[in-house]
């Protein structure tokens, strides 16, 4: 059974911390171009308007109150702690900011006007969906093109911003045509501070399900993105794997298309790297090319990634062990020779200490690595897998506060008598359980609320555990009683 | 029904009815309220009469009525009617909630449960407002309210803890987050607040810490499916205050009842329940509270005292420790040697010591206190909770644990020596710590398999536990006793042979101890010791060592039975039958004691049957003295019978349900041993067993084939000239069993008996309608374990009447009904018989059908030659067959209404494993060689071209070996 990633889509908890960022707002002092003499914070002091001045200014027609203005706007909504970005979207003013970019005659009302807007867009789908009502799109896929540097990236970036709102105005840009002028960015000579805005605005141009980006244009940004995986920047590799971890996460043909480029053993290269923000998507993506047919993760095992497996699942963060042992399930639920390379590649020893004393997430992954296994492995393949020690913690998580858990562990446990039977080892199997304190906890559960969890239970009390001597289930007496000796004939066709 | 005040009246006359302890006058009431209850307003009249009612009896029995009505009919089920209309819905839940505040404690409790059932069907959906009015009662700043509020709401979220992860389930989850965890920590800081505003009013702090269980209770539901955004964001508050509640007493609240827990047990029991389970699943989120958490809730296990009222506190505070002390990143809060000295001396050593609550267990309550002790019923105890914490720490700290254990073992020890009397209580610490230290891993069948290898249980045994066992005063110190009995029992595998059988004669002698825990123990010991195996499988204790205590065995054993408390205890009746067992020829001098001995008990418990194990091994005893004393001296059957049958027969005609089965088997074995014509005492019972109603009884069937089959075996021709106008009558048995799924084995069993045994001649005019009946079955519900049974009967069918006679009954029936048999389920099923007998009958009768069958080699039928053949080489070479259509899976066990103890196999009542084609064929294979010679030389070329042409070369590789094994070749 393989599980794709996302089963609920109603989330309890924060959202999650190792996501890559959806969107940033630019509040970075880096600017050369203003006046060297003043700090960003006294500059602040000096240009005080109002906001009634702020409107009044932008909708004049005097380019240096214009600028002065814009300026202002900037910098109220770069400001550390809540940015008041509704109460400038009231002003109206956007659809002047959106002129703006086209002046090319001011290079610095572009730049200020395109920075205001990616801090708009930086914020609640509300906002971004006010700057892109104001008609930025193609505004500033035009200053992609700019012959100024900072203002081309300040269109990257406030590009990057409106694409990670939805699907829908990611592909909005990309039928603007976003992606050529994006492109062409991307060479050896684009410092690399640029360049891991470009990587971040492609990744969200990859990012989000239902639908999924068009074809044509993933196939335009997988070359470049398979450049910029080899680039020697940790910011532009992580972007790039988060990329490809986009592109994977969805049906088999899109894995395919991944799968294709040849890009997996880079993939899993970096899986292994020391660095946490790499091997998070770098994994991620693994993981999901694993979700694909047998022949996708077939190509993920010839790329390595069973031997890079066994240091993830002693990783010291949970989420990365978590993450391997999701992987791992997905592969173990292959084919009884992909579960043979399992072992060969010494998984067993690191899943089995996975389950002993991994983070509660990691072990209710591993849980569904071992019951993929018993489903799918061979009897011979099942008994390496008990021989390996697997019984005694996977028993002991019959006691987790989880009730899908306990039932895929009660199911595991079934399929592990089913292959003792064949192996004539039932007897063996039940001491086995029994002695590993297993037996009181399958008994208890037989008062376990969950319906399903109780019936499992039961089921294999009932059929492994029950009497002591050779005491028979009888089954109860069928249909009325035909105790008068007669039958009539009929047709038989068997 | 309209809201009227005559029908108010009326209700309430009813009601009243109902209360009425006599039948006649309740009943009818009753139902006439479940014939109107379909009417419109009539929930309405209720709710009025509960608020209304002038008595406070209608009231309550109103809110029952309410309650009930609302269980039944709430849920629309789809495809049936909604039973209650939608106006009375509306006005249910609209009036239900603050009808439920306002009412007394008796009628908001009903109220509540109902309450409960209608959100299970409507809320949130349905029921959009009840959240937002449960949660505005919240500033009511009235706690009798406010705990109503709570009750609900913890009735309506439990579910939360047990129920798989769903879409639909979190997002009523998340609803409920979004309207009840704020509002919900509010109150929890405001009241933790008046808490300590009252903290001198006893009567106010007993409500407001009601609140705060409920509160704690919430707190674990609502974070039980996953870490809710909110409450991870407000850890710090909840888990600040649960620690300080944790660390908090109030003389005021402490009860003085000793065994039920009071509110600040039960408060802190479940903030260690939330604590362990943020421990277990949001490790990562709840390290930094951790810490802080073990400091508290060991502190708490040091602060508290013995009495029961804190079992499930101290219990569950021990279990949070011991699944904590596990994990490899707390290791660091436990490794300090003061920190587990301390552990073990102020936590687990208490918790170990044997407490005046066991004690009076142990002499009033034996039953129950040998359940708990011994078969492990303890899951709650402090004891297996201190267990399960040595255990814990033994994972890393195994020998530092046993050094400071070894330690306190010494001057419990020798404590107890300086005044034994007095002490005695030292000394039973000192072995269940000893137990609890060396126990790593056990089962019931061995005992302890393994064990720490730091403790010398040996040497422990021989310095300090068989000094007890020797004491010629075997009731002084009854609890030390049993504990001594209890480590011998455990510890069987560990401590050497020769210590054992220097034990066994103590055993005995402890047999005859006043109490029941020692005597019961001693049997339980004795026949667990009985049942060790030592090399090449057979009992480690041998009869010939046993030689010299056959008589004090048997006495002391039946003696014990005698003993006040123990006239069926089951443990000294499975020693009695695990002696014989072990004892086997050595007993036949004293059967004739024992004999009566049994049939008296037998007599004495078939009045009342209680102990539904007592009885088994008191059947099984039984046996074993026949089959002992009969392969010995068959002759001495008839004495059996003699001291049997009187029972017997009360037992049958007093219909006692429960022991039929073993009777049956019973007599099945005396039966058996009989080696000549039938008696004529079995003949005048056999149309009794014949009897509708006694196959009516699931638990009967196994039994009475069995009984039948022996019938046929002895007595086949005697039935036949006797009792053959009862032949229609067994074979109406046969078809009772065969319509079932359940029983068709049975049915086939004694089938194979009818055609084995019964002189053709007598079931003649049967043979046709058999086969009818049996393709009825295979053609409108056939099952594998059907085809399995049919398999083998048409091949045993076919030994005995021969191939010939096969093809022409199934031709007679219908027009080439034979080859359709053959290529439709012989050939394609044979692989899945299964039992070395059952495959052999097979290949015998497939043989005869390929070689002493004309119409195979000269008709139609001749295409299928080749296939059987092939089929019957599979059959002796492939592997077996064991796919089970997915459908049949569960066909068992969903068949199966629970367990059903009415037939209990006997184990020595078994029956002999029979194969009716032994003397016949001894090895199938060469049986088919030599037949398939014998075939080829009357024609002579056709086999040989056949085989040419068509078997496939695995197969024919195959023949060859058989016929080179059996010397002969093909023509």
């Known amino acids: 059974l393989r599980r794709h990633r996302v089963e609920v889509s109603v989330e309890l908890r924060k959202a999650k911390k190792d996501e890559q960022i959806l969107k940033r707002r630019n509040i970075s002092i880096h600017l050369k171009e203003e006046s060297p003499s003043l700090g960003q914070d006294r500059a602040d002091e000096i240009i005080q308007l109002s906001l009634e001045e702020i409107v009044q200014a932008v909708n004049g027609d005097d380019t240096q109150l214009q600028l002065l203005a814009t300026q202002a706007t900037r910098r109220i909504l770069s400001r550390h702690k809540d940015p008041p970005i509704n109460q400038i979207i009231e002003l109206g003013i956007i659809p002047r900011l959106v002129e703006f970019l086209g002046r090319a005659d001011s290079a610095a009302l572009q730049f200020e006007a395109a920075w205001a807007l990616t801090n708009i867009a930086s914020g609640t789908s509300e906002h971004t969906r006010a700057v892109v009502q104001g008609g930025a799109i193609p505004a500033l896929i035009s200053l992609l093109s700019s012959p100024h540097m900072h203002i081309s990236e300040q269109a990257v970036w406030a590009l990057g911003n409106i694409a990670g709102d939805c699907p829908l105005y990611r592909d909005a840009l990309i039928a603007h045509d976003v992606i050529p002028p994006l492109l062409a960015l991307v060479s050896p000579a684009t410092p690399v501070g640029f360049l891991r805005n470009i990587t971040w605005t492609l990744s969200n141009l990859c990012r989000n399900k239902n639908p999924c980006p068009p074809l044509d244009a993933v196939q335009k940004i997988l070359p470049v993105l398979i450049f910029l995986l080899r680039h020697e920047d940790r910011d532009v590799i992580s972007d790039s794997c988060w990329a490809v971890s986009y592109l994977t996460d969805g049906c088999n043909d899109r894995i395919q298309v991944v799968v294709e480029t040849g890009i997996l053993p880079r993939l899993v290269e970096l899986m292994d790297s020391p660095d946490f923000i790499i091997v998070t998507p770098a994994l991620r993506a693994i993981g999901n090319v694993v979700t694909g047919t047998d022949q996708q993760t077939q190509e993920a095992i010839d790329a390595g990634v069973l031997a890079v497996l066994p240091r993830l699942l002693r990783h010291s963060k949970p989420v990365i062990q978590k993450e391997a042992a999701w992987t791992l399930s997905n592969i173990a639920a292959g084919p009884y020779q992909q579960i043979q390379q399992i072992i060969s590649c010494g998984l067993l020893p690191p899943l089995v200490e996975l389950l002993d004393r991994g983070d509660f997430k990691a072990q209710k992954e591993a849980v569904w690595v071992v019951a993929n296994f018993t489903t799918g492995g061979t009897v011979d393949q099942v008994l390496e897998l008990v021989r390996s020690g697997v019984l005694k913690p996977l028993l002991n998580l019959l006691l987790v506060k989880d009730s899908k858990t306990i039932l895929v562990i009660l199911d595991t446990i079934s399929n592990l008598f089913l292959a003792a039977e064949k192996l004539g080892q039932t007897e063996k199997l039940c001491l086995l359980v029994e002695e590993l304190d297993g037996l009181d906890k399958i008994e208890d559960l037989q008062n376990h609320e969950n319906d399903m969890v109780y019936k499992a239970a039961l089921n294999i009390i009932e059929k492994y555990f029950s009497g002591e001597e050779n005491t028979d289930l009888e089954p109860q007496t069928g249909q009325d009683g035909l105790y008068d000796f007669s039958v009539e004939k009929q047709d038989f066709n068997f | ?165 769903s879409n639909e389930l979190w997002t009523e989850i998340k609803l409920v987050l979004d309207a009840f965890a704020l509002p919900l920590t509010n109150l929890f800081k405001a009241t933790i607040e008046l808490c300590s505003t009252h903290a001198n009013d006893a009567s106010a702090l007993k409500v407001l810490f009601s609140s705060l269980i409920l509160i704690a209770k919430l707190f674990y539901s609502l974070n039980f499916q996953d870490l809710p955004e909110f409450f991870e964001d407000n850890m710090e508050t909840w888990m ?168 306190y073992v010494n001057s419990m020890l020798q404590e107890y020596a300086k005044n034994p009397s007095v002490n005695w209580k030292h000394k039973d610490a000192a072995i269940y710590l000893v137990t609890s230290l060396a126990s790593k891993a056990q089962t019931q069948k061995h005992g302890i398999t393994q064990a720490n290898e730091l403790v010398n249980l040996t040497e422990f045994f021989v310095n300090h536990i068989q000094p007890d066992l020797k004491s010629a005063t075997v009731n002084e110190f009854p609890v030390l006793k049993a504990d001594g009995i209890k480590y011998i029992m455990i510890f069987r595998n ?104 049994l049939t008296q008990k037998l007599l004495a418990v078939s009045k009342n049957p209680s102990k539904p194990h007592f009885n088994h091994y008191l059947f099984e005893s039984i046996c074993l003295s026949i089959r002992i004393t009969c392969k010995a001296n068959p002759e001495a059957v008839g004495s059996f019978e003699e001291a049997l049958f009187l029972v ?205 069958c004309p119409p195979m080699m000269d008709t139609e039928y001749t295409k299928l030659w080749i296939p059987l053949l092939q089929a019957l080489i599979g059959l002796f070479e492939l592997p077996e067959d064991d796919t089970i259509p997915d459908e049949e899976h569960f066909i068992d066990i969903e068949d199966t209404p629970g367990y059903q103890t009415a037939f209990s196999q006997l184990a020595f009542a078994g029956r002999k494993e029979h194969d009716p084609v032994g003397q016949m064929v001894n090895n199938p294979r060469i049986h088919l060689a030599q037949s398939l010679h014998k075939l080829s030389t009357a024609c002579p070329g056709r086999v040989l071209s056949m085989l040419s042409t068509s078997l496939n070369a695995e197969a024919l590789q195959y023949l060859q070996g058989y016929l080179q094994a059996a010397s002969v070749s093909l023509l």
């Open chain 2, 1 to 165: 029904m309209e809201l009227s005040d005559a029908n108010l009246q009326t209700l309430t006359e009813y009601l009243k009815k109902t209360l009425d302890p006599d039948p006649a006058i309740r009943r009818p009431a009753e139902k006439f309220l479940e014939s109107v209850e379909g009417s419109q307003n009539y929930p309405l009249l209720l709710l009025t009469l509960l608020e209304k009612s002038q008595e406070n009896v209608i009231k309550v029995c109103a809110s029952v009525t309410f309650k009930n009505y609302i269980k039944r009919n709430w849920r629309i089920v789809e495809d049936e009617p909604n039973k209650i209309c939608e106006s009375d819905r509306i006005a249910i839940k609209a009036n239900i909630v603050p009808l439920m505040l306002s009412s007394p404690e008796q009628i908001q409790k009903q109220l509540s449960d109902a309450i409960s059932i209608i959100g299970r069907e409507d809320f949130p959906q349905k029921w959009p407002e009840l959240l937002t009015e449960m949660v505005n009662r919240f500033q009511s700043g009235d706690f009798h309210v406010i705990n109503g509020v709570l009750r609900t709401a913890h009735s309506l979220f439990k579910r939360y803890r047990h129920e798989f992860k």
């Open chain 2, 240 to 407: 600040t205050n649960f620690h300080s509640l944790l660390t908090l007493d109030n003389k005021l609240l402490q009860t003085d009842d000793e065994e039920e827990a009071g509110l600040l047990e039960l408060l802190k029991s479940q903030i260690c329940d939330n604590a362990a389970l943020y421990a277990q699943k949001y490790d990562e989120e709840f390290q930094p509270y951790l810490p802080r958490f073990v400091t508290a809730i060991w502190n708490l296990l040091v602060t508290t005292g013995q009495e029961v009222k804190y079992d499930l506190l101290v219990s569950n505070a021990i279990q949070f420790l011991a699944s904590v002390c596990e994990r490899p990143h707390y290791k660091h809060l436990f490794e300090d040697q003061n920190t587990l000295t301390s552990i073990c001396e102020k936590v687990i050593v208490p918790n170990m010591e044997f407490r005046a609550a066991d004690e009076e267990a142990f002499e009033d309550n034996s039953e129950e206190y040998i359940r708990r002790d011994l078969e492990g019923s303890d899951i709650d105890t402090r004891r297996r909770a201190a267990c399960d914490l040595v255990r814990g720490l033994c994972k890393f700290f195994e020998g530092p644990v046993t050094g400071i254990f070894s330690g």
């Open chain 2, 494 to 597: 560990q401590v050497p042979k020769e210590q054992l059988l220097l034990s066994i004669p103590l055993l005995i002698n402890h047999l005859q101890a006043e109490s029941i825990v020692v005597h019961t123990y001693a049997a339980h010991a004795l026949e667990r010791l009985f049942t060790m195996r030592g090399t090449n499988n057979a009992t480690l204790i041998t009869a010939a060592e046993m030689a010299p205590f056959v008589e004090v065995l048997l006495t002391n054993l039946f003696k014990a039975l005698t003993l006040p408390g123990s006239s069926e205890n089951e443990y000294i009746m499975k020693a009695i039958m695990r002696s014989f067992s072990l004892l086997q020829e050595s007993i036949i001098p004293y059967i004739p004691s024992v004999i009566t001995q």
């Open chain 2, 648 to 852: 017997f027969t009360e037992i049958l005609q007093n219909d006692v349900q429960e022991f039929i089965p073993y009777v049956f088997q019973v007599m099945s074995l005396l039966l058996e041993m009989h080696k000549n014509e039938i008696p004529s005492s079995y003949m005048a019972l056999f149309p009794h067993l014949l009897q509708p109603v006694l196959w009516e009884r699931t638990g009967n069937i196994p039994p009475l084939v069995r009984l039948l089959q022996a019938y046929l075996e002895r007595g086949a021709s005697t039935i036949a000239s006797a009792a053959a106008d009862k032949i229609p009558g067994l074979l109406g048995v046969f078809q009772k069993l065969i319509a079932s799924k359940a029983n068709d084995h049975q049915g086939f069993y004694l089938l194979n008996s009818i055609i084995e045994h019964m002189p053709p001649e007598s079931v003649d005019q049967y043979r046709k309608q058999i086969f009818i009946l049996l393709f009825q079955r295979l053609q409108n519900s056939k099952t594998t374990k059907f085809i399995k049974s049919f398999l083998v009967f048409i091949n045993l069918y076919c030994v005995r009447y021969g191939a010939l006679a096969l093809q022409e009954i199934f031709d007679s029936i219908q027009p080439k009904m034979f080859g359709m048999v053959l290529e439709k389920i012989i050939i394609p099923e044979i692989q899945k018989v299964s039992g070395q007998v059952e495959k052999k009958i097979c290949a015998v009768g497939i043989t005869k059908i390929l070689t002493e």
